[in-house]
């Protein structure tokens, strides 16, 4: 399948990675390809500078974000949450009609005092960004865990979790699921319901930074016993 993972930093690198080493088509798309590359940041989740990643992944082409959603037979939204709208409106999305959109986003605000998230709990990212952009078909999924979590869900964080998934149509979700459980191993994927869901999907990440915090690392997740 073609696929574009829409950002360049942790999270879009180890979800294009694992999805390359599946054998799909898949394009990283930047807002500046280039001066992407020449940033020399080591990011901490793949260990390496978005340059030496691309080395070392070299059928993932990293292109600009226009690109990328025209090459893309579903678009994954790996961008920071609070600016997603305004990228997804310059890479073109607006003009898409029936893609689905896996929207992954945490609309995190920082500050000295507190992580918190805008919107929250009358709103979402990916309401906000369903309302953007009708002609898709936006799922919210992946957000409740960290990247290596994503990808290798059987291995890592005990191995027997939950992943939540909402979004307003049931087909998109149906697919999705499949994906997540076919091309990554995720066995219990929930279905929590339409995109208002999604307020709750987000702010589990205040839940999931104590969870961190408690257990010292991230590799930490959660299962839905019922
Ligand atoms: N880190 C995790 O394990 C994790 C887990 C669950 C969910 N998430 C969510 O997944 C998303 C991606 O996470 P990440 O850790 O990979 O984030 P990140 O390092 O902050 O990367 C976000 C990417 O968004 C792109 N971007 C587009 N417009 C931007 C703008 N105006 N300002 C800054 N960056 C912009 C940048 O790519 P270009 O500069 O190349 O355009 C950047 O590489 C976030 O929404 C995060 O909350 C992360």
Redesign the pocket.
Known sequence: MRIAV????????TLAGALARKGHDVVL?????Q??LARDDV?P?TGTT?AGWSQANPSVRIVP?ANAVAHGDTVWN????P??V??LHDAGVADLDGTILLD?????VRSDAAVTLDPIGTDS?GERIQRAFPGVRVVKA???????V?VDPASLAGGDHTLPICGNDADAKREVSGWLAEWFGWRDVLDIGDLSAARAQEAY?LFWLRLMQTAGG?LVSTKVVR
């Not at 798309?29 to 390809?33: A, C, K, L, Q």
């Not at 992946?142 to 290596?148: D, E, G, K, R």
Request: no cysteine; glycine share 12%; net charge positive.
């Open positions: 829409i950002g360049t930093g942790g999270v879009a690198r798309g930047s807002r500046d390809p001066a992407a990011n989740q978005l974000n790996a961008t920071s949450g600016t997603s305004a990228t992954l986003t945490n609309p995190i990212n992946l957000n409740t865990v960290t990247a290596a994503m990440l991230s």
